[in-house]
């Protein structure tokens, strides 16, 4: 008989000390929340500053050539992703390189473009730099779809994203 009232005197103590335990970890978490995000400012405002540094003139590209080169994009995004909705995923990997390259290229003259293209590879793609685009890119598509959570609806989330891109540019 006191065993059995020693065990009811231990189980809701025991209950409580789980309870400050998943307090403590809920507390611990909600830190390392604030931490990173504080990080991810802190390297936003480095970036930031990088891209200031940057020269203010750029490629060659006039702005309305680029903009006619990301509709052209965006429409055959649309054209092959309403073949097949894996290409709109595909384009989030590779637009990042599309824009870097339109933003490179120089094709006044064969030679100029065959050095400017390769320059362009050696330094968009490499393992090094294709890493980061394809993270964000898998960011993106998570974020952007139920990919995580109804991996089934992608294939009309995907058709839906695609026809939005020629409405919103």
């Not at 065990?7 to 103590?13: E, H």
């Not at 320059?119 to 952007?144: E, F, G, K, N």
Request: net charge positive.
């Amino acid at each position: 008989m006191v065993i059995l009232v020693f065990f009811y005197f231990l189980s809701p103590k025991l209950a409580i000390d789980y309870c400050k335990t998943l307090t403590q970890e809920k507390q611990a978490m909600q830190a390392e929340i604030q931490r990173l995000k504080s990080r991810i400012l802190e390297l936003n405002e480095g970036i930031n500053k990088c891209h200031q540094q940057l020269p203010v003139t750029g490629a060659t590209v006039t702005q309305q050539r680029a903009d006619q080169l990301r509709q052209k994009f965006d429409e055959y995004v649309k054209k092959r992703t309403l073949s097949n909705y894996k290409f709109w995923i595909f384009s989030i990997i590779i637009r990042p390189l599309f824009e870097s390259y339109s933003n490179t290229a120089v094709t006044s003259s064969y030679d100029e473009f065959y050095r400017t293209m390769q320059a362009w590879m050696d330094q968009h793609c490499t393992l090094v730099q294709l890493r980061p685009v394809v993270m964000a890119a898998l960011c993106q598509l998570s974020t952007d779809t139920d990919i995580l959570s109804n991996p089934s609806l992608v294939p009309v989330q995907a058709v839906e994203a695609a026809k939005k891109l020629l409405v919103e540019n």
